[in-house]
C-alpha cells in the first residue's frame, strides 16, 4: 500500500513568489495535517483539513493557505514568499477524525528561499 | 512559554545504557500524548501512546504525570539503531477541534 506522497521533493524560489506543494493522503484516510520544520524550530502546525473542510489552522499568517480535494489530495500554497519560509514542508495523514496520534507522514517537500 | 518543551541534546550515552527523556507540555486540558521517533532526514514515526497509567513496549516505557504537565520515555538497553531524534507530541482540543503540537526534539546518540 502506499504511504503518504509528496511533491515536488525539492522547491527553489525567490523572494516575493508563490509556492505550491502537493500531498496524496493514504488511501482511506481523509484527514490531512501540514507542518512546517525549519532547522532548530521542530515541527511547526500548519493547517488541517478533514473531508474537505479546514478544521484548525496555526500560528500561520494569510499567506499561508491550502485546500483539500474531494479524493482528499491536499495542496499548500505560500505566497510572497520570505526567506524565512525556508523549510521542510512534511504532510501527514491520518483516517478520518481521530486523536489517536497516528499520524503517517511523507517525505517531505524541502523550499528553499533565495 | 512554548506549548511543548524538550530538552535539544544531544544524548550521548554506550550502548547498553538506560536514558530518560522529559517533555513538558502547558495546556492543562491537553487530551492525549505521544511519542514520535525521527530519523536524520525521514519523516516522524509513531513510537508509541502515553496512557496515564503507564505503558510499555519493549525496551521503552512511557509514563504521564498530569498534575506536572510532564511527559517521558525511557529507553533500557540502548542500542545504536536507538540513535534518533525523538519527539513529543500533545494533542490539545481547540474550540472542538484537535490540533498535534510537536515538542522541537531531544536528540539521542547510542555510541558504540
Known amino acids: 500500500e502506499a504511504g503518504v506522497t509528496q511533491s515536488p521533493t525539492h522547491l527553489i524560489k525567490t523572494r516575493g513568489q508563490q509556492a505550491t506543494l502537493r500531498c496524496s493522503p493514504i488511501?482511506?484516510?481523509?484527514?490531512v495535517y501540514w507542518y512546517q520544520q525549519a532547522l532548530g524550530l521542530g515541527l511547526q502546525f500548519l493547517l488541517w483539513y478533514d473531508e474537505g473542510e479546514e478544521r484548525n489552522r496555526g500560528n500561520f499568517p494569510p499567506r499561508f493557505s491550502g485546500r483539500q480535494f474531494p479524493n482528499y489530495s491536499s495542496e499548500l500554497n505560500v505566497n510572497a514568499l520570505e526567506l524565512e519560509d525556508s523549510a521542510l514542508y512534511l504532510c501527514?495523514?491520518?483516517?478520518?477524525?481521530?486523536?489517536?496520534?497516528?499520524?503517517?507522514f511523507g517525505e517531505g517537500s524541502r523550499l528553499t528561499v533565495l | 512559554r512554548k506549548e511543548v518543551e524538550q530538552d535539544p541534546g544531544p544524548f550521548n550515552v554506550p550502548e547498553g545504557a538506560t536514558v530518560a527523556f522529559n517533555c513538558t507540555y502547558s495546556n492543562s486540558a491537553s487530551q492525549s500524548f505521544f511519542w514520535y521517533r525521527q530519523d536524520c532526514r525521514k519523516e516522524p514515526k509513531l513510537l508509541m501512546s502515553?496512557?496515564?497509567s503507564g505503558n510499555e513496549d519493549g525496551r521503552f516505557t512511557a509514563q504521564l504525570n498530569r498534575a506536572s504537565q510532564y511527559i517521558s520515555l525511557l529507553i533500557r538497553d540502548s542500542k545504536l539503531s536507538d540513535s534518533a531524534t525523538y519527539l513529543c507530541?500533545?494533542?490539545?482540543?481547540?474550540?472542538?477541534?484537535?490540533?498535534?503540537?510537536f515538542g522541537t526534539g531531544t536528540r539521542l546518540k547510542v555510541l558504540a
Open positions: 488511501s482511506g484516510h481523509t484527514s
Open positions: 507530541v500533545v494533542n490539545d482540543r481547540d474550540s472542538g477541534t484537535y490540533k498535534y503540537i
Open positions: 501527514a495523514s491520518s483516517p478520518e477524525l481521530t486523536n489517536t496520534g497516528e499520524l503517517f
Open positions: 502515553v496512557y496515564s
